[in-house]
């Protein structure tokens, strides 16, 4: 099972993605976090496939905990989504995103989440070892 973290200030927005996750019918863990420090303290003990934190958050750096986690993990063990208000260049700090940053404006579109975690379980699933017929 995928297992997701979000640090977002808003319940709305804790609910609204797992309503996404309903609608699509993926099977998802989810945990919320409304602080980056409860984040990071359950990082390693959870061990999440997918971060998104919302960058704009006015109580909680997101953007530099996206950096924290990228510089201690790699890119292959956690995959980052950066929320943003809105993708217009002075808006969005694109440039100081970590390398493989996912960038999405907020509010999440249903069809790019569906195709997203959807690629997202897929990558991340065992393909089964069948032996070959001698």
């Known amino acids: 099972m995928l297992k997701i973290f979000l640090v977002e200030c808003g319940q ?9 996750a309903e609608d699509a019918r993926l099977v998802i863990d989810w945990f919320c ?26 109580t909680v750096d997101g953007l530099e905990l996206l950096r924290t986690v990228r510089a201690s993990l790699p890119a292959n063990r956690l995959s980052l989504v950066a929320l ?3 993708l217009a260049p002075e808006a969005a700090p694109i440039a100081d995103l970590p390398e ?3 960038l999405v404006q907020k509010p999440i579109h249903p069809q ?16 089964v070892t069948t032996s070959l017929p001698a």
């Open 100 to 102: 493989s940053t996912v």
């Open 33 to 58: 976090f409304d602080s980056a420090l409860k984040a990071l303290v359950n990082l390693e003990s959870i061990e999440p496939d997918v971060l998104i934190a919302d960058v704009s958050m006015p």
């Open 112 to 127: 790019w989440f569906a195709g997203y975690f959807a690629a997202q379980i897929a990558s991340r699933k065992v393909p």
């Open 12 to 20: 709305e927005t804790c609910q609204h993605i797992q309503t996404l």
């Open 84 to 86: 943003v208000p809105s």
